[in-house]
């Protein structure tokens, strides 16, 4: 009886490594459903751009970035038309992430939000400037511009905080010398953790997120300077898994062991 050989050849195993590619968790995921929200990852250059039109690619360290793309498939991408106030693209050659000073902010298109869900964000920081600043946010909601009621930011140097609608509550102690893995839950409920830690429940459970707004990435007046290394924003609750594989992989891009 004849012996069909086992096909080992280079097309075979790079159809496996695709496949196995496919199966490799990204934030895109939480978004096949149609789930409203953001995905920004400096770390993806393709993403960046120098101009807020998007016709100048961003190449290199220190690189203003005027545009970043929205990798959810929502098109919320975050852009910047005053050349002086975009961030800086930066990358230690293994790390990559937005450096914000004073007055430097992306903002989104206006994003339509239900009522009925609370929003989810991750965001992966670190805090270059401990000049202590009081409720300032690194992302803020607004109706008609980003410096809105409802925001995750700074309560001080050395705490990150959710606050909506001036209820500025929970409030998380951070090391602000190393990169951090924040996470802020509002709406319905108001609540935040750190790299991967439980979830800080507040008193504040009435308030909803519902109404159209603007997003802005960054220091809409003024906060500590710092660097962002990605940011995931769902429109939704995160189940357990998704709030882990989220996390992850966020540390990963900011270089946090959890």
Known sequence: MAITPVDLSVTNITATSVRLNWMRWTPLQL?????????YDPSDLSTLFQDAAGTIPVTADGDPVGLMLDKSGNGNHASQSVSGARPVYRTDGVLHWLAFSTGTVLI?????????????????????????????GVIKYGSSDPNGSRDIGFNN?????VDTRGNNAPVITFNNTIS??????????????????????????????????????????TAPEHKNYGVIALHRTMTTDERSKSVSYIAALSGVTL
């Open 157 to 161: 140097a050395t705490q990150l905080k």
């Open 31 to 39: 978004f096949l459903a149609g789930e409203k929200g953001f995905w």
């Open 108 to 136: 989104s298109p206006s994003l339509t939000l239900s009522g009925s869900s609370p929003s989810h964000v991750v965001i992966g920081i670190n805090v270059s400037n401990d000049l202590p600043r009081d409720n300032e």
């Open 180 to 221: 951090n893995v924040f996470e802020g839950r509002f709406g319905l409920s108001v609540d935040a953790a750190l790299n991967g830690g439980e979830f800080t429940l507040s008193n504040d459970a009435t308030n909803t997120v519902a109404g159209t707004y603007k997003i802005g990435v960054g220091i809409i007046d």
